[in-house]
């Protein structure tokens, strides 16, 4: 068997394990088929998801959903006002040791491989800062010393429109930790309808468990050695740049509408997005349309529009999509 054909066979295996876990999920999870290929996407990637929406539109159940179809270990933080660091990472406490006294480290809920970080816009900065290094090292430091997090690990994260009351804005250093940004929208009237269904009766459906840790460690290498074409690394590199109104290239309504544009973290997740994109769709490497089809959620929260096209109602999602058309 040649490695091209091994390949093929792998492609095919994501693509049934993909298809048995959007079947176990839609006994429960009425539509938003996007805003779940793209929860999956990210979480081959080794990337995180932060969900945006009203209450009310089954954010939180949509992940715990996935994490009961994954064999994995899951644990739900709720954000409130008052949550401190040490509630997410865990702490040092003093135990009788053999006659004396000595610390022990008791984990936190950040200790498992899906983290719900749920309301994550509910809790001020210095308790959402307690997830950056987790994030991105996949480590947490107490009291000097690095404990490890379990593999793989992710953060998906809820949230609900910052003009809310009682919320505080994630900082850009947070925001960047997340692979994409999904916004969960109203569901159409047949979708509703089926919601009402399914949720006032006395019948409750429990999903099938698909995938466990190691299959998805395979498959994020799977993702990872994927191949992909020069020049759609060269156009991941040249729509992250020209969100950046400093750069030679950007076109003139990014100057005038954009305070801050994306870092090079948006063109590798570009990449990496393209990459997944292409084989759940059974294609072996990446097209422009794959790269396209993750723009939106991979640029959205990394431009920083000015106040100007604030005020003239013009968002991140506006100048994402004319650089798109462009």
């Known amino acids: 068997m040649t490695k091209y054909s091994e390949g093929m066979d792998a492609v095919r295996n994501l693509q049934d394990a993909y298809q048995r876990i959007r079947e176990e999920m839609a006994q429960v999870i009425v539509g938003q088929d996007l805003v779940l290929e793209q929860l999956l996407i990210a979480m081959l990637c080794r990337g995180h998801c932060l969900l945006v929406g009203v209450p009310g ?20 933080i709720q954000f409130t006002p008052d949550l401190m660091p040490s509630d997410i990472t865990g702490t040092e406490l003093i135990e009788e040791d053999g006659g004396g006294k000595a610390f022990r480290f008791y984990r936190g809920p950040v200790f498992a491989n899906i983290v719900l970080a749920d309301e994550i816009n509910r809790t001020p900065p210095k308790t959402q800062a307690a997830l950056l290094q987790a994030m991105q090292e996949h480590e947490v430091t107490v009291a000097g010393t690095t404990h490890k997090l379990p593999d793989p690990f992710f953060v998906l994260a809820t949230q ?18 997340f692979m994409f940004m999904l916004k969960v929208e109203y569901p159409s ?17 429990s999903p099938k468990r698909i995938l466990g840790a190691k299959e998805i460690l395979d498959l994020q290498q799977l993702v990872l050695r994927t191949p992909v074409a020069d020049n759609i690394i060269e156009q991941a590199v040249t729509l992250a740049a020209k969100t950046r109104p400093g750069d030679t290239n950007a076109p003139d309504f990014v100057r005038e509408q954009v305070n801050w544009g994306a870092g090079p973290r948006a063109s590798q997740y570009l990449v990496l997005g393209a990459k997944c994109r292409a084989l759940l769709n059974g294609r072996p490497t990446p097209d422009e349309e794959d790269l396209r089809s993750v723009a939106l959620p991979v640029l959205r929260h990394r431009v920083l529009t000015s106040f100007a096209a604030e005020a003239e109602g013009i968002r991140s999602d506006d100048v994402i999509r004319r650089l798109l058309e462009a």
């Open 57 to 76: 539109l089954a954010k939180t159940l949509m992940i715990s959903t996935l994490a009961g179809v994954l064999d994995l270990d899951f644990n739900r």
């Open 160 to 177: 609900n429109p910052i003009e809310q009351e009682g919320t505080y804005p994630l900082p850009e250093a947070q925001l960047d930790r």
């Open 189 to 205: 009237w047949e979708e509703e309808v089926r919601i009402v269904r399914n949720t006032t009766g006395a019948t409750r459906v």
